[in-house]
């Protein structure tokens, strides 16, 4: 059981709200962050390996010739 106060609450749930998910998903995502157990989403992880393959491949190359490429010079 955990008290909250009405008008914290209120904020908490037009949050949830907007976020579009639950006053219970949003209180879980809160308390991962605050004790340090992050979650990443799909979009979060899709977006880091994004990244990553920025370093070795050109934006509009063909990802099977930048891994042949790869391939040849190691």
Known sequence: ???????LLA???AEARRQGTTR???LQRAA???VGVRQVSRDEVRAQLDGLSS???DPGEDI???IRR????H
Do not use: F, H, K
């Open 1 to 7: 059981m955990v008290s909250i106060p009405d008008e």
């Open 70 to 73: 790869d391939r040849r010079n």
């Open 64 to 66: 099977t010739e930048a």
């Open 32 to 34: 991962r962050v605050e």
């Open 24 to 26: 219970s998903g949003l």
């Open 55 to 57: 370093d070795w491949i």
């Open 11 to 13: 904020q908490i749930d």
